[in-house]
């Protein structure tokens, strides 16, 4: 046959090295890696523009109109909405529009440090003691210490603390922060720590430790990551719940004063007269926070998507 | 061993939830008279004060408060003239079928409805399932409730407007608490079942013929349990012992009130009696999630010392 008659040399051509051999691709970063995938993630993306949208509305909404947010023209009470009064008007001739998003601002302000101290204390916390669980005398005292630090917050009327923050700091936003995160993280911390202890059972983890990962490194690199989904429910379900505590604080006289407007006073002050058909003045400020909701819940699902290692493909 | 350590370090906690209540409460200003305080005469006033104690030095008050707990002695109602102990017991049982009643409903629903949208993931029925439960959670309660009353009750006359009695005066006060809760369960079983049914050992399930519905049911749903139940502890404490914006809109005459009314009026024997009762409940409650965790999965070590 004609292979057998070719010369030796032919048939032991030294080959290029790389073309079996190929150079391992340049591993890219995880948060990288997770930048690329939501941008290819249609509903992450609409969520993402969608958001945006709602801030710039935020910036620049109330002055897109000739009224400003505080303004009353008692004639011009509880208009329906028009073509001057896009969102109608309120009992006092208040312009809906500029109320609306003028209240964006303090509402999506809440939001975010609401949900930024879940994502800060409430992660960190309940990763740990999750992680901590089991792990020896040592951790497993962490974990109870933690978790009885959590039932007694969540045991303490919130009220009082709420209370006892207005005899000491001046009413306001700042104050408002400080009151969320005193409590606002313990319901992250035991959802992730429940899903700690049940991710670290499995073999990745163990194989990641006799590697020799460090615990700060398999609870942000390992654990975390597995655990995205439910943080990122949990997240978009306290930007709305801080949203509405705002609006119950604000009540108390604790959170923005009388004719500042937020999503939440609007709704709460609304509710007295949708019995007598003024739908518009609660019916904006609630499809504001559920648009501000979805928009959380698609990029939260794009996020979660992009993030989880195992739903990688 | 483990089970005496336990409600030893529950009793400690409890412990630390009173003391600290306690403080705050007496740090804040105001007193229970100061709301009346106009009508009475000042030697009224000070017969009242000594009668609840209010006269003595702080600490004192404490010892005695806590020798009366010891005996389980919740105290005297400053505002209503009625023993702490029997405003619990004449209210609870109304607070308790309510709660329950929209928990029982949350579970199934929420269950029900993520558990449609994992098993339907990135297709319609799970589009439609994520909006419901969007648009829930963006209604509170506090507005839904009286929409409820508006249509249901006033507009079409299905059912009571409000008040406490008969089963059909549960219904709509059920319906405006679970709303919330249906949402929030919903969204975690579908995350957490999402991720479960991308795993390895559902495919195996599969593979071994298993019907979808037992891979969902036995596999899928009781893995990616943890999370619902983590949710569920907080939100049963808090339902069974009611819900302050539901109880004062329908005019139920539950102990959901008491908890934000006693902190108003500053009546302290209720304040303090309120918050003890509920974080028995909630104690417990969080023991038995931890306790169930190993249930569900039972590769879960929550100490070292158990095996």
């Known amino acids: 046959m004609e292979r057998n008659t070719a010369p030796a040399d032919e048939l032991f051509k030294p080959i290029e090295s790389n073309r079996f051999f190929k150079k391992p691709k340049p591993s890219i970063p995880m948060w990288k890696e997770s930048i690329i995938n939501i941008t290819k993630n249609k509903l992450a993306l609409v969520g993402f523009l969608l958001l945006l949208l709602i801030l710039i509305l935020a910036l620049v909404g109330p002055k897109l109109v000739p009224f400003t947010p505080n303004e009353q023209a008692l004639t011009n009470a509880n208009l329906a909405p028009s073509s001057t009064h896009w969102f109608g008007t309120d009992d006092l001739g208040r312009d809906v529009w500029a109320r609306t998003w003028s209240g964006a601002r303090i509402s999506l302000l809440i939001g975010f440090a609401a949900a930024a101290i879940d994502l800060v204390i409430g992660v960190m916390v309940g990763g740990i003691s999750g992680y901590m669980a089991g792990r020896g005398k040592l951790g497993d005292s962490i974990d109870r210490g933690l978790m009885r630090i959590v039932e007694v917050l969540y045991g303490i009327p919130y009220l009082l603390v709420v209370i006892l923050l207005l005899v000491v700091m001046k009413p306001g936003i700042l104050t408002m922060i400080v009151a969320l995160s005193i409590t606002g993280w313990v319901g992250m911390a035991r959802i992730v720590r429940g899903q700690v202890l049940q991710i670290k059972q499995q073999e990745f983890v163990l194989a990641a430790r006799k590697l020799g990962s460090s615990h700060t490194k398999i609870i942000a690199k390992h654990l975390l990551p597995n655990a995205m ?56 400020p609630a499809v504001l926070i559920s648009l501000t909701m979805f928009a959380f819940n698609a990029l939260g699902d794009g996020l979660q998507e992009s993030l989880d290692p195992q739903s990688k493909k | 061993m483990y089970f005496t350590r336990r409600v030893f370090s529950m009793l400690v906690t409890l412990w630390i939830i009173v003391t600290l209540t306690f403080l705050i409460m007496h740090s804040i200003p105001g007193d229970p008279f100061s709301t009346d305080a106009k009508a009475l005469p000042e030697d009224v006033l000070e017969n009242m004060r000594e009668k609840y104690n209010l006269d003595k030095p702080l600490p004192l008050q404490y010892v005695l408060y806590i020798k009366n707990l010891l005996l389980l002695d919740f105290g005297p109602s400053i505002q209503s003239n009625r023993d702490v102990n029997t405003m619990i017991a004449t209210g609870f049982g109304a607070s308790a079928i309510l709660g329950l009643q929209s928990l029982v409903l949350s579970i199934i629903l929420g269950i029900g409805l993520g558990g449609l949208a994992a098993l339907y993931h990135h ?5 439609l399932s994520m909006l419901i439960a969007i648009i829930g959670i963006s209604v ?49 079983v579908r995350a957490s079942m999402i991720e479960v049914l991308n795993q390895n050992y559902i495919r195996t399930a599969e593979a071994k013929g298993l019907s979808d519905f037992q891979v969902v049911l036995r596999h899928g749903l009781r893995n990616g349990l943890i999370p619902v139940i983590t949710f569920i502890g907080p939100l049963f404490a808090s339902l069974i012992t009611g819900t302050f914006v539901i109880e004062k809109i329908f005019a139920i005459p539950g102990i959901g009130k008491y908890f934000v009314d006693s902190i108003f009026n500053r009546d302290y024997p209720v304040i303090l009696g309120t918050t003890i009762f509920y974080s028995i409940i909630l104690i417990i409650t969080l023991f038995l999630i931890d306790l169930s965790y190993r249930f569900i999965d039972p590769r879960i070590k929550l100490s070292s010392r158990e095996d």
């Open chain 2, 140 to 188: 509170p309660s506090f507005i839904l409730a009286p929409l409820l009353i508006k249509y249901a009750a006033v507009e079409w006359g299905l059912l009571p407007v409000a008040s406490w009695g008969t089963w059909q005066h549960t219904i709509l006060p059920t319906i405006a608490l679970t709303v919330g809760p249906v949402a929030i369960i919903a969204r975690f």
């Open chain 2, 123 to 127: 297709r319609f029925l799970d589009f």
């Open chain 1, 229 to 284: 989904g439910v943080i990122i429910v949990t997240l978009t379900f306290t930007i709305p719940q801080a949203i509405f505590a705002e609006s119950f604080l604000s009540f108390l006289g604790l959170g923005v004063q009388s004719p500042v407007a937020s999503w939440g006073t609007m709704a709460n002050d609304a509710l007295g007269v949708i019995l007598s058909g003024q739908w518009w003045r609660l019916f904006f």
